[in-house]
């Protein structure tokens, strides 16, 4: 199963959803559905402007346990 570490990395970059959405232009209830890892489908341009956002890698984003 792959599991989205948002919340994780969010906690460490202290940043709240809200702040996320305004920095990346995604909408808050993609971001909101990351965090508590209930969304089926991610666009590729949403997943690399939360890289950019958090100067992380997709491997730092997504888990596969």
Partial sequence: M???R?????AEHELSQ???????GIQAM???KMY?????RVPLE??????EAL???VSDLFKRE
């Fill in 2 to 4: 792959i599991k989205c």
């Fill in 6 to 10: 948002l919340r994780v990395l969010l």
């Fill in 18 to 24: 809200k702040e996320l959405a305004e920095m990346t």
């Fill in 30 to 32: 993609t971001i909101n």
């Fill in 36 to 40: 508590n890892n209930s969304i089926v």
């Fill in 46 to 51: 949403a997943i690399d402007k939360i890289c």
């Fill in 55 to 57: 100067q992380c890698d």
